[in-house]
């Protein structure tokens, strides 16, 4: 499929992008010692320093209109469209995620919300359905919601891949960080590497062949993206990979070149992609653009021109590539400073800790229950009561009733 979305006016792309990261993080270190693992396995092997973990009065609602609040700094919000909610952590079967966001952000009355699912690839079909929205509407933006908690057994190979977090992007024809390429690639096969049946809150994974059909789906999607757009490898300064944890970058990276012909991979057109990731951890849906994001902030360098190839992987599987071209001026929409701000200010927990906020569950027969206060952003879950979630801006009252308190965490 084409879009048309690199030629003069009519480009489209990435005009803010937000990031939200729970304010709570394990050290994986810490995390092998507690399991008999050798350290090296998580850090070396896997490329994996710290993990987020989201609090119990967050969730991907509150987690996306975090993120969102921060796209949405300098955008008027009476021009969003339509609002997308990507996730694999849906909280409920039927209400989409996206109205609570829509509520919580005020955004207007007429503007569509609905929650989109595929994997972790689910972000990425949102934002070839928001490049549509916008070649067909020029006058109308796009935002982009993409949340997940990324959640494996205690104990088992998936725990060190855990994480969690949120993307936000405005899609729309005034891109200031990134403008879309047209051509994209895309590979869809019935495969079962890794899914969650209703019934479980952790997700079925069969690690081992998900990598293999990672590459492999990687492969299929930069072969048809290549016949579309006629680009060469050499002709992308940078690669971004889907990151369930960074290794799979460098295997991808690798794997690519290798079927292009290079004879060595070039690690510098990755490592800064890699560098939020390794630090929280996999966010399924916001993955690849966390490491967008990564990219953009850590390069320390001027990427104004520079074309990114992206690689967007969501098991099961459905895979795409597609590229796009950094801004002039995108320096002045992205944070340099966020890792100090905003990592190196979260809170260490220690394995105990973490194992009790793994282990908090919202009660499930309808009684009136109170989450206990943790550190968050600017939206939590402040409880439910007759099956009906309740949130709560900290800053001012959106959507708060008052509750006893009744159940408190350790
Ligand atoms: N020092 C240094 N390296 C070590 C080591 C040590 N002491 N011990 C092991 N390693 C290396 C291994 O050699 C291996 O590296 P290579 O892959 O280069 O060989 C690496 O550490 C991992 O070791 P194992 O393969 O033995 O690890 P494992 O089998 O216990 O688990 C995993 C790895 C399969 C990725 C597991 O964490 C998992 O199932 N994760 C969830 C699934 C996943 O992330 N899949 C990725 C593709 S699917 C996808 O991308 C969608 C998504 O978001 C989930």
Redesign the pocket.
């Known amino acids: 499929m084409q879009i048309r979305a690199d030629s003069g006016a009519a480009r489209i792309g990435i005009e803010a992008i937000g990031l939200y990261v729970p304010r709570y993080y394990v050290p994986l270190r810490d995390l092998a010692v507690a399991r008999g693992v050798?350290p090296?396995?998580y850090i070396?092997?896997?490329g994996q320093e710290e993990m987020a973990v989201p609090a119990p009065d967050e969730d991907v609602v509150t987690m996306g209109a975090n993120a969102a609040l921060e796209a949405l700094a300098d955008v008027d919000t009476a021009s969003i469209d339509t609002l997308m909610f990507a996730t694999e952590s849906g909280i409920d079967q039927s209400k989409a995620a996206a109205i609570y966001v829509h509520h919580l952000l005020q955004l207007p009355k007429n503007c569509k919300s609905f929650e989109i699912k595929q994997?972790?690839c689910g972000s990425t079909a949102a934002l070839q359905m928001a490049m549509a929205t916008v070649a067909q509407r020029p006058d109308r933006k796009v935002l982009i919601v993409a949340a997940d908690v990324a959640r494996?057994g205690l104990g088992t190979?998936?725990e060190?891949?855990q994480g969690a977090g949120a993307i936000a992007m405005v899609i729309s024809n005034q891109p200031r960080v990134l403008a879309l390429d047209a051509e994209w690639g895309a590979y869809t096969e019935d495969v079962m590497?890794?899914w969650r049946p209703n019934y479980l809150d952790e997700a079925v994974?069969d690690?081992?062949y998900?990598?293999k059909v990672?590459l492999k789906a990687l492969t299929e999607s930069w072969a048809q993206y290549v016949e579309e757009s006629g680009r060469t490898f050499e002709q992308h300064d940078y690669f971004c990979y889907?990151l369930?944890?960074t290794?799979?970058a460098h295997k991808a990276h690798q794997h690519l070149s290798k079927w292009v012909g290079e004879v060595r991979p070039d690690n510098r057109r990755v490592q800064h992609s890699l560098v939020y990731n390794r630090r929280m951890g996999?966010s399924?849906t916001a993955?690849l653009y966390v490491g967008l994001l990564s990219l953009l902030e850590t390069a320390g360098a001027d990427l104004t021109g520079q074309r990114v190839g992206l690689f967007s992987?969501g098991?099961g599987c459905m895979a795409a590539f597609f590229s796009g071209t950094v801004v002039p001026g995108y320096a002045a929409y992205v944070q340099k400073d966020r890792q100090a701000v905003q990592f190196d200010n979260r809170q260490r927990l220690t394995v105990e800790m973490y194992e009790a906020f793994y282990r908090h569950a919202l009660p499930s027969d309808g009684r009136r229950y109170q989450t206990p206060a943790h550190e968050t952003g600017v939206f939590r879950l402040s409880g439910v009561e007759g099956h009906k979630r309740l949130y709560e801006c900290r800053a001012q009252s959106v959507h708060t009733r008052p509750l006893q308190p009744e159940v408190a965490i350790a």
């Open positions: 050798d090296d396995k070396k092997g896997l994997a972790c494996y190979p998936g060190p891949t590497d890794f994974v690690g081992k998900s990598i990672y889907h369930p944890f290794r799979m996999n399924y993955s992987y098991s």
